[in-house]
């Protein structure tokens, strides 16, 4: 455990072990009747962030070879709040996550960050979940295409928004499509696993618009 480290959002330890590692944290009680809650963070930019909790100043860092963290279960109803550091410059963030709720916290190149709100009803372990999270309004009409072949995988995601659907578990690869032109280079997202969920960031880069996936895992 020599690489543990501690997030703690708001009074709320959150205890990870790396992000190469994916290490375990501990579930933290959400009161009678209460699903719990989750928060991730996420880099959607082009240089590596640090995320620091406001209360304990613990920290994780994330990067273009780890660009997202797990969800962390944390308290429903309560705020959690951070700084986000990049490139020298600091983006104060806070987010309320509600009972059943997935939340991610996006930094964004410019110390911009955006927040996408999931609550997921559609857990099928035959399945594989994939969604897209847009976070680029300058892409028009941002479509997944599956590569090689004329079939919409997720359309009509309107910025700041997500879209999930179902899947079948095979090896996958995705093209982004804006305005109807194929937009940067086919994206794999490798074999899904039924039963597991992924998502796909439609990302602001420079010029262009970009994208890159995340399994959607939860640290327990």
């Known amino acids: 455990m ?5 997030v703690v959002l708001s009074g709320l330890a959150l205890c990870a072990s790396g992000l190469a590692s994916a290490a375990d944290i501990p579930l933290y009680p959400t009161g009678p009747a209460q699903d719990s809650s989750f928060v991730r963070f996420v880099d959607g930019g082009t240089k590596p962030v640090d995320v620091t909790s406001a209360g304990s100043k613990g920290r994780l860092s994330l990067d273009a070879a780890n660009p997202a963290s797990h969800f962390f ?3 429903a109803g309560k ?3 951070g700084t986000l550091t990049s490139g020298g410059a600091h983006q104060d963030v806070s987010a309320t996550v ?3 709720e997935f939340v991610s916290i996006v ?14 009803d559609d857990f099928n372990a035959l399945k ?10 300058r892409c028009a009409a941002p479509t997944l295409k599956v590569s090689g072949r004329d079939i ?3 359309d009509g995601v309107a910025a700041g928004q997500a879209k999930r659907r179902q899947v079948n578990p095979v090896t996958l690869a995705v093209q982004l499509v804006c305005g109807g032109q194929p937009v940067g280079q086919t994206l ?10 992924y998502t796909v960031f439609l990302v602001p880069a420079g010029a262009q618009s970009r994208i890159f996936f995340a399994n959607d895992a939860v640290s327990r």
């Open 152 to 154: 919409v995988l997720l």
């Open 73 to 75: 279960p944390i308290a």
């Open 107 to 120: 930094a964004l190149d410019g110390t911009h960050a955006a927040t996408v709100r999931e609550k997921p």
């Open 128 to 137: 594989a979940s994939v969604a897209l999270y847009n976070l680029d309004a």
């Open 188 to 197: 794999s997202l490798g074999t899904l696993v039924a039963g597991q969920r």
């Open 98 to 100: 509600q009972p059943g």
């Open 79 to 81: 705020p959690v709040s």
């Open 2 to 6: 020599k690489n543990l480290f501690s």
